[in-house]
């Protein structure tokens, strides 16, 4: 019985197991997080989102918690965000830079039915320029 159960042991463990590297991460990209609120900061779920550079261009929604990530090759990016009854929201000249993570919050405000679409936008970040439609 010992036998037995000493040579299953060894067969399981000469089993060969697919090696597993550790990640470095990927020196050509970066992430980018969003969060999207309204105009009295309330988390706003399944917004659209575009995020676009002169190569590419990816789709996506916030989710539950009104969040999106993305991970993107360095580069320049511009990210639009939308919902149904709000202004959209763009943020423009976003460098994503290797193995950084970028953050931003999308303030949708509601649209304004005297014609209206425009908002001055005072949260600006550096190097980024933020237009709301």
Do not use: W
């Amino acid at each position: 019985m010992l036998i037995s159960l000493l040579c299953c042991m060894l067969a399981i463990c000469s089993i060969p197991l697919p090696l597993v590297q550790a990640h470095a991460g990927n020196s050509s990209v970066g992430k980018f997080k969003g969060v999207v609120v309204d105009h009295e900061d309330k988390r706003i779920k399944a917004a659209d989102v575009v995020v676009s550079s002169k190569n590419m261009s990816r789709q996506m929604r916030s989710n539950v918690d009104g969040e999106f990530e993305i991970e993107l090759p360095t580069g320049i990016y511009e990210i639009s965000v939308t919902k149904t009854g709000l202004k959209k929201h763009i943020l423009t000249n976003l460098q994503i830079k290797a193995g950084a993570t970028e953050t931003f919050t999308f303030r949708l405000e509601p649209k304004i039915t005297d014609g209206s679409d425009e908002v001055n936008d005072s949260e600006l970040m550096s190097n980024h320029r933020c237009l709301t439609y």
